[in-house]
């Protein structure tokens, strides 16, 4: 089973960039679809993009669409988070999830605050 450590979080200001990272340890990275999550205080856990095994399909939430983009590097056992243009209300912790059929595994996540 992987485990997933995220990187790359920090204070940005409004209009500025980050680019989130999540290496997994352990096997088979590969057959896990891969997803970046957010939660923002007194708000619940969303999904902010997410990754096929094979990066042939992606998925943004409508929030982030043409501001965020989601990829991976299989070889590095790696998935990144591009994130542009952000605003206030893109500050929240942000979580790296791992999902194959029943399994679901999270990352400790890493915290984003974007200044106005």
């Known amino acids: 089973q992987v485990q997933l450590v995220e990187a790359g979080g920090g204070l940005v200001q409004a209009g500025g960039s980050l680019r989130l990272s999540c290496v997994a340890s352990?096997?088979?990275?590969?057959?896990?679809?891969m997803g970046w999550y957010r939660q923002a205080p007194g708000k619940e856990r969303e999904s902010v993009a997410r990754?096929?095994?094979?990066?042939?399909?992606?998925y943004y939430a409508d929030s982030v669409k043409g501001r965020f983009t989601i990829s991976r590097d299989n070889a590095k056992n790696t998935v990144y988070l591009q994130m542009n243009s952000l605003k206030p209300e893109d500050t929240a912790i942000y979580y790296c999830?791992?999902?194959?059929?029943?399994?679901?595994?999270w990352g400790q996540g890493t915290q984003v605050t974007v200044s106005s």
């Open positions: 999830n791992a999902r194959r059929l029943a399994i679901d595994i």
């Open positions: 990754i096929s095994w094979d990066s042939g399909s992606t």
């Open positions: 352990g096997r088979a990275f590969t057959v896990y679809d």
